[in-house]
């Protein structure tokens, strides 16, 4: 096998490898904002008809969930990311137990789109590449 050829088979691996982490990497992350985001959902729910304790265990659900996702998330986004995801929670968490009706629906809104921004951000499209 000549040179030329053993330099295109090891950049054709490269580039496969990095497609293929790549593509491994946004299932993962749309997986994990799928679980994190029906936990949101649902917490909504129960605030919306005031079932307060509910809501708080959800939350604490959403809590153990999200503890076990960061780590994997750490490796693969930047951490400013995780930095709003946690202190989103940490407001919605005290908002719920001070049964503060509005500022726990807004802020469980900003930790549903700080999920869902997630995915979006680091999907391969045009926009993401420019």
């Given amino acids: ?6 330099t295109l088979t090891i950049v054709v691996s490269l580039v496969l490898i990095i497609i293929v982490s790549g593509v491994l990497s946004l299932c993962y992350l749309n997986r994990s904002c799928e679980k994190l985001e029906k936990t949101v959902n649902s917490a ?3 605030i919306q008809s005031k079932q307060w304790d509910s809501a708080e265990k959800l939350l604490q659900n959403f809590a153990s969930d999200w503890d076990k996702t960061k780590f994997g998330w750490s490796i693969l986004l930047d951490h400013f990311e995780i930095d709003n995801i946690d202190n989103s929670y940490t407001k919605t968490k005290k908002y719920v137990e001070s049964k503060d009706y509005s500022s726990a629906l807004a802020e469980l809104e900003a930790l549903k789109e700080y999920i869902n921004h997630i995915p979006v951000k680091e999907s391969f499209t045009l926009k993401n590449i420019m």
Avoid: I, Q
């Avoid at 096998?1 to 053993?6: C, F, G, H, L």
């Fill in 44 to 46: 909504g729910l129960f």
């Fill in 1 to 6: 096998m000549s040179n030329s050829v053993k």
